[in-house]
């Protein structure tokens, strides 16, 4: 069952970074098609789906990394939610191109951090815990220095 959870979350992040790119080529391009209902609520149903998955993993995760008793479930936790501050940033907030590129390159940068730091965990898995544990501290200083 973890494993059917665990992909169902990777495939639920790959869905909501879809709908981020469909929505900000649309909102780029002035399109009114970026207004279809499908569009506005199909992404706060992902996130919905995704906490709750993210939910079930932390609770029954075999390496037993809960958030806030170790840094690296945080990151991924304040990873997640400044993603969705960049995709609001950049798809209602931001007012000008240049502005909702620089929140497109957050989004993008957010994901992919995240994204390393779920590698980082294999790794840690591992038996690699050195390299792991010098990413996490990375990614907590970061997280630190924006906060």
Known sequence: MYMIVKHTHLSIIALTFIFFIINFVLTMKGSDKVNNKLLKIGPHILYTFFICTFIYLVAVNP?????????????????????????????????????????????????????RLGFADHLKSKGIS????????????MLVAIC
């Open 63 to 115: 390496l037993n990394l809960y958030p806030f008793v170790n840094g690296w479930a945080s990151s991924k936790l304040a990873g997640f939610v400044l993603y969705v501050l960049s995709i609001t940033f950049a798809l209602k907030w931001a007012k000008s191109t240049l502005w909702r590129i620089v929140g497109l390159i957050s989004a993008v940068f957010w994901i992919v951090m995240s994204a």
């Open 130 to 141: 050195e390299a792991t544990n010098a990413y996490i501290d990375l990614g907590q200083s």
